[in-house]
C-alpha cells in the first residue's frame, strides 16, 4: 500500500509556514505521498474567512506538486469533520502513517474526538513554531517537523500580512481580508 501523510487544516488562507510543513514532511518522512485535507469547517471554530470551495481551490494551486494530492473529503461532507474520521476514511485506501499539526495544537489534542484511537493509530508530525510550548509528554509516537517560519493565518488575516501568501493567490487572498473588515 502507498505510505502517506495526512495533513489537514482551515488554510485560511494556506501560506509559506503550510508550503515549509509540506517541502519538510516530503523529505524527512518515508512516505510515497502527502495528502493535504483543507477542512470545511474546523471542529474547534465556528466559521472560516474564505468559502470551502476557495480554500480548496487555493491549496490546489500553493501546492501543486506530483508528491502532493490535495483532497476534498472533508469538504464534500459539507460539514466539521473530526481528525479520526478522516484518518479512518484514508485508511481504507492508503497506509497512513502520519498526521501532521501544527505545535498549536498541542495544548487541545487530548479533547480532540477519539484522541486515544489517533493516538494509537498514527505518528504524530509535529511542526513546531516559536511561542507554543511543546509538551509532547500525551503522544505515544512523534516526529518534530521544525520549520523557521512563524506565521499563522489568523496573523494574516488579522494584520493583513500577505509576504507569507504565494504570488498566485495573493490578490484573491487580499480581496477576501479587506472583504472580511468591512
Not at 489537514?8 to 493535504?36: N, T
Request: glycine share 4%; with cysteine.
Amino acid at each position: 500500500m502507498i505510505k502517506v501523510a495526512i495533513f489537514g487544516g482551515s488554510f485560511d488562507p494556506p501560506h509559506s509556514g503550510h508550503y515549509a510543513i509540506s517541502q519538510s514532511v516530503l523529505e524527512k518522512l518515508e512516505i510515497d505521498k502527502l495528502i493535504i485535507v483543507p477542512t470545511f469547517l474546523n471542529p474547534f471554530k465556528q466559521s472560516s474567512l474564505a468559502t470551502a470551495q476557495m480554500r480548496l481551490d487555493w491549496c490546489r494551486r500553493v501546492f501543486n506538486n506530483k508528491s502532493i494530492e490535495v483532497d476534498s473529503y472533508e469538504i464534500d461532507l459539507g460539514r466539521a469533520v473530526f481528525s479520526s474520521q478522516t484518518i479512518k476514511h484514508f485508511k481504507q485506501l492508503y497506509d497512513v502513517k502520519y498526521l501532521i499539526i501544527g505545535a498549536d495544537n498541542l495544548k487541545s489534542i487530548t479533547k480532540w474526538h477519539n484522541f486515544e484511537w489517533l493516538n494509537r493509530e498514527i505518528i504524530w508530525a509535529v511542526a513546531l513554531r516559536d511561542g507554543f510550548e511543546v509538551n509532547l509528554s500525551m503522544l505515544r509516537e512523534y516526529v518534530i517537523i521544525d520549520i523557521s517560519i512563524d506565521i499563522s493565518s489568523s496573523e494574516i488575516r488579522e494584520c493583513n500580512n500577505l509576504k507569507y501568501i504565494d504570488n498566485k493567490i495573493v490578490t484573491e487572498v487580499k480581496n477576501i481580508i479587506e472583504k472580511g473588515k468591512e
